[in-house]
């Protein structure tokens, strides 16, 4: 159970100007109102209050082209190519998904699947476009299962090489039973979820502009986990 937290502004690690891309994994289309937009738009204003120069964009997945596969390019309409240009350029990426029938929708699903094309460069060479971005997660429902959710992506994106910090990730659920066309008041004045996306939006900022001012490097070196890879030379 989440339990409500004072919030207190911290001294940031630098006033490293950061950018931020939102994917929203919403099933709905633009212009209908995005319970899981609406709440990721409260994060990115939490963002935006800590100062610093940030610049954010938000994605909406529904209205994107994203075909079936694995692989960079998937047919000569994918998008997929454009958003890994802004996630390669983004220092924080928030992951943003409704909850269906217990799980993550069939957009953050393909996502995923899709960032595998990342990830198995990643496998081969050890070099990883993904390390050093900080990754949020944000959840909305109708009924239970927001930890599980945020506990499997939490999951897939730590194993890719994004990293995590505390209390990044913010949800609302609605109560069991009730009428879905009641959600968004009730969510606008659920105070623990106010909380949690003040919480989230200071710790993958401050833990952003921590990674920029302290980049992770390699000494000149041969990889040293197995022979399969014994000829990789470090990132540089």
């Known amino acids: 159970m989440y339990k409500t937290k004072p919030r207190f502004r911290c001294n940031m690690p630098s006033d490293a100007p ?4 939102a994917l929203n994994a919403s099933l709905k289309h633009e212009p209908t109102l995005s319970n899981t937009g609406e709440l990721a738009s409260l994060v990115l204003d939490e963002i935006r209050a800590l100062g610093g120069g940030v610049t954010v964009d938000m994605v909406r997945l529904a209205d994107a082209t994203l075909p079936v596969g694995i692989g960079f390019r998937e047919s ?4 997929w190519p454009g958003l890994v240009t802004k996630i390669k350029a983004a220092d924080i990426v928030l992951f943003c998904t ?6 993550r929708s069939s957009l953050m699903q393909r996502l995923i699947e899709r960032l595998d094309s990342l990830d198995e460069e990643y496998s081969a060479t050890g070099r990883s476009v993904i390390k050093g971005k900080v990754a949020g997660i944000v ?8 930890l599980s959710v945020m506990g499997s992506i939490m ?4 194993f890719m090489g994004f990293t995590l910090p505390p209390e990044c990730a913010a949800y609302w659920v609605g109560e069991v039973g009730q009428p879905t066309s009641q959600d968004r008041d009730k969510r606008l004045r659920n105070m623990a979820t106010m909380h949690m996306a003040k919480g989230l939006a ?9 990674l920029k001012a302290h980049r ?7 990889a040293t986990c197995c022979e ?7 990132p540089r």
């Not at 950061?18 to 891309?21: H, K």
């Not at 000569?76 to 998008?79: G, L, Q, S, T, V």
């Open 18 to 21: 950061l950018s931020v891309l």
């Open 228 to 234: 399969m890879h014994a000829d990789l030379d470090a």
């Open 139 to 146: 959840i909305t429902g109708s009924e239970d299962g927001a």
């Open 155 to 158: 999951m897939v994106l730590s």
């Open 202 to 210: 200071q710790s993958v900022v401050y833990h952003a502009r921590l």
């Open 216 to 222: 992770q490097t390699f000494p000149a070196a041969k």
């Open 98 to 103: 409704p909850i269906w029938w217990g799980g």
């Open 76 to 79: 000569p309409e994918d998008a």
